[in-house]
């Protein structure tokens, strides 16, 4: 073997597989494998392109020459950008090609396999020629390829490899032989340098620092991360509280998050002012790829006072406190009976405070202590509500809240009957006035009722030293409210009568024009029909007493009855009534009873209506009709069909006020046609009523 370096290079075929050459022969073929970058290889640019070129001369052992083969792979020739990889091949291959040739076929494929158009344009992958160069591209990140993760220097980077095929067949003009030329050519991008974003999610009012860190590539887990204090895994943090999870995607990346609580002792804090506290969070995450994502957080905790907001009806203050960042972390006071106090259970109770986590709402009556009165006028009374929010700790002033209100306060009453009342309230003006020591003019009179804020009086006119004075048609009657007290406390109540005063009053009627009228209602009617043991109709067969037993031509007494109505303009008549072998209503054989009110001509034994009169049972005669039929059988040829009947009636509701048709009352036409065709389906009058009868044998 001569290999071609390119200076002629001579060994034994046992040299050259020592040398870590392949050989192999059959009577067809011939196979040579070198590896690249041996000794007995050269590298050659061709068209730009760096090529590694392996080239042998093969002889027998009488030293004929038998084939002379070359091979030159590409190992360059790539262009890269972020997006796109670009892979140039020369047109015309030199060290392979000594005349010229004429490309037949180009191919491209990934990993060995041949793509067709669709699937390129599928992926955009591009496959064009020059006049020099055959041309690849494909974009970097195509499903054909695959990412790694590296970490070079402790700093993430990520590398794209891919596979591409190139297949091309020519033929050389001069011997018009053809060569089929194949070439897979591994690629694998420069590092990329993809440093890890942290994304700080925190909201200080949360008081937790929330880190999403990413995004990384499905070959890189988490394995701890150092604080400053110490260096924990991530089942350990997790066993702390902090929640450190995993998000994957779709494409296969994923990205970690971290919960950390300011509260907790590996975040660093300081106060700049007494508003403000400043927390710190630095924090190196150590990934299994070994490099290092170290970020430093602050999160800057600027107090947000709390507020109060406020407002009344007819009778009471309504106050509500939004928590701030401190959440209920600060003491409530209230001015309660002309001192602070602390808004404490009893008070708590006392006001009905509710709580909803961000807020607590209180309720103060006008008259409670925690309402100061400002002012009094006739009819009104004017009140305030204090409050007072404080740091805990220190006890600064976080917030302070007034609020004051008109309420309706009626003072003084006079009556006609020569009696009045009046109340004297203790503003906040008079502190050390005491309400019990109050009296009318005349000490005697003393309060009906007095607390420590009110004191309530009722007198007659003519008593407790009031005067009387009259004014042409008025009569004013004065009364001075004194205290006991050295201090000097007076407040004078009026009431003015008329001597003479008439009211006049009016009033028209006009006569109706119609009379009350009930509206109409919706409801449910209901009509029964059953067997009476005698004409007396007062022993009826019950439902368990079926089916009953008769003989033939023994009388049937049947009653059809409206329940539950007291309506004497209803009238209950029977439309038709017949009788059938079955308990269906519509089956065959069938024999008429009744026929448009009246019996059936048909019958040998006709059916008989008796009367119905009222007695302790009866209330309304019309809501029942009575009839009787002799029994009897269904026969053919004289042999009968079945020993038992079922009777059957429809039964329309009337009003008697609107007598037409049908409804004229029962049997009220008595022309009538024998063997007259009874429906077999009921009318869908809402007045009509199908009703049947049990089994009655013979």
């Not at 009046?422 to 005697?444: F, G, H, I, Q």
């Not at 309060?447 to 008025?474: E, H, I, M, Q, Y």
């Not at 009228?517 to 007062?538: C, E, F, N, W």
Request: charged content about 20%.
């Amino acid at each position: 073997m001569t290999f071609h370096t390119p200076d002629p290079k001579v060994m034994l075929l046992t040299d050259a597989q020592r040398a870590g050459y392949g050989v192999m022969m059959t009577q067809t073929r011939l196979v040579i494998r070198s590896p690249y970058n041996t000794a007995e290889t050269y590298s050659v640019e061709v068209a730009g392109v760096p090529m590694e070129v392996f080239s042998v001369s093969t002889y027998n052992k009488i030293g004929s020459l038998i084939v002379d083969s070359a091979a030159a792979c590409p190992t360059g020739g790539v262009v890269f950008t972020d997006k796109v990889i670009t892979w140039h091949v020369p047109r015309r291959i030199t060290p392979l090609i000594s005349s010229a040739v004429k490309i037949l076929e180009t191919h491209m494929g990934v990993y060995g396999q041949r793509l067709d158009k669709t699937k390129m344009a599928t992926r955009h992958y591009k496959l064009s020629v020059t006049e020099s160069h055959i041309i690849i591209e494909f974009p970097v990140g195509s499903p054909d390829g695959y990412y790694k993760s590296h970490a070079p220097d402790y700093a993430y980077h990520i590398t794209y490899t891919v596979e591409p095929m190139l297949e091309l067949l020519w033929r050389a003009e001069n011997t018009q032989a053809d060569t089929r030329y194949k070439v897979l050519f591994p690629i694998t991008t420069p590092l990329m340098p993809r440093p890890p974003h942290v994304i700080d999610n925190s909201v200080p009012e949360q008081r937790v620092f929330d880190i999403l860190l990413g995004t990384f590539l499905h070959d890189v887990e988490l394995i701890n991360i150092t604080f400053t204090t110490r260096v924990l895994t991530v089942a350990e943090c997790n066993a702390r509280g902090f929640d450190v999870q995993e998000h994957r995607f779709a494409n296969s990346s994923k990205t970690f998050s971290l919960r950390v609580p300011f509260s907790d002792e590996v975040v660093l804090k300081r106060n700049p002012d007494p508003l403000t506290t400043v927390y710190f969070l630095p924090l190196v995450f150590a990934p299994i790829q070994c490099f290092r994502s170290v970020c430093s957080l602050a999160a800057f905790s600027v107090l947000v006072l709390p507020t109060i907001t406020g407002s009344c009806d007819q009778e009471n203050f309504y106050v509500s406190v939004k928590y701030g960042s401190q959440q209920d972390n600060f003491q409530t006071m209230m001015l309660h009976a002309g001192s602070w106090r602390e808004l404490d259970t009893e008070l708590a109770k006392l006001y009905g405070l509710t709580d909803n986590g961000t807020h607590f709402s209180i309720i103060v009556h006008f008259t409670a202590p925690a309402a100061a009165f400002e002012d009094v006028y006739f009819k009104s009374i004017r009140a305030r509500v204090d409050l007072l929010l404080l740091e805990t700790l220190n006890m600064w002033q976080l917030n302070d809240f007034s609020i004051a209100c008109y309420f309706p306060l009626t003072t003084t009453e006079c009556y006609s009957n020569g009696t009045a009342t009046a109340t004297a309230v203790k503003v906040e003006s008079v502190s050390n006035l005491n309400p019990e020591y109050l009296t009318l003019r005349d000490r005697s009179c003393k309060p009906a009722f007095s607390n420590d804020r009110f004191a309530f009086f009722s007198f007659k006119l003519n008593s407790c030293g009031t005067t009387r004075t009259v004014r042409l048609l008025l009569v004013f009657c004065p009364v001075c409210l004194v205290t006991g007290w050295p201090s000097c406390f007076r407040h004078t109540i009026s009431c003015y009568y008329l001597l003479n005063y008439t009211k006049t009053m009016a009033f028209c009627a006009s006569p109706r024009s119609t009379d009350p009228m009930a509206d109409p209602g919706v409801g449910h009617l209901v009509v029964q029909i059953r067997l009476s043991k005698d004409i007396s109709y007062t022993l009826f067969y019950q439902t368990e007493d079926y089916p009953v037993k008769k003989y033939l031509r023994q009388p049937l007494y049947f009653e059809v009855e409206l329940m539950q109505s007291t309506d004497p303009q209803i009238e209950v008549v029977l439309e038709n009534c017949w009788a059938t072998l079955h308990k269906d209503r519509t089956s065959l054989p069938n024999w008429d009873l009744i026929v448009d009110s009246c019996e059936s001509l048909d019958d040998l034994y006709l059916t008989v209506f008796h009367p119905v009169v009222a007695d302790t049972r009866i209330h309304v005669p019309a809501h029942i009709k009575r009839f009787s039929i002799k029994m009897f059988t269904f026969t053919k040829d004289d042999v009968v069909l079945k020993e038992q009947i079922f009777v059957h009636c429809d039964a329309v509701l009337c009003d008697t006020t609107k007598p037409d048709g049908i409804c004229s009352g029962q049997c009220a036409n008595p022309l009538r046609y024998a063997n007259s065709l009874r429906p077999t389906v009921a009318d869908a009058s809402q007045h009509k009523k199908q009703i049947s009868s049990g089994p009655i044998l013979l």
